[in-house]
Nanobody, 122 residues
Framework: VQLQASGGGWVQTGTSLRLSCAAS????????MGWFRQAPGKQREFVGS????????YYTDSVKGRFTISGDNAKNTVYLQMNSLKPEDTAVYYCAAGVSGRIVLANSWSYWGQGTLVTVSS
């Protein structure tokens, strides 16, 4: 499974940005996709995930109510809509697929995109 993330950029506090992650390859083996982020000097942290079967989503507390994950099965693409962005959201955002174990742990995921940088300026 190959993942290609895109959509990052520089934005101001309070604005919105949408990230995309397109999956290719053995996508039939993927039942969930997730988003993580890594700020400079910090560990990679879980942002949220979506289960392709039923579309259920799960988010870390710090983004609940501001971020929304959605997916397009036909395009094998997952989106991360980020609203009301804050400077603390600044990070490289990674999409992931192929989870086995706890979804909030980075090492539970097998496949990773290359990351896309989001910078939120105050």
């Amino acid at each position: 499974v190959q993942l290609q993330a895109s959509g990052g950029g520089w934005v101001q506090t309070g604005t919105s940005l949408r990230l995309s992650c397109a999956a290719s390859g053995r996508t039939f083996s993927v039942y969930a996709m997730g988003w993580f982020r890594q700020a400079p000097g910090k560990q990679r942290e879980f942002v949220g995930s979506i289960n392709w079967s039923g579309g259920s989503t799960y988010y870390t507390d710090s983004v609940k109510g501001r971020f929304t994950i959605s997916g397009d099965n036909a395009k094998n693409t997952v989106y991360l809509q980020m609203n009301s962005l804050k400077p603390e959201d600044t990070a490289v955002y990674y999409c992931a697929a192929g989870v086995s174990g706890r979804i909030v742990l980075a090492n539970s995921w097998s496949y990773w995109g290359q990351g896309t940088l989001v910078t939120v300026s105050s």
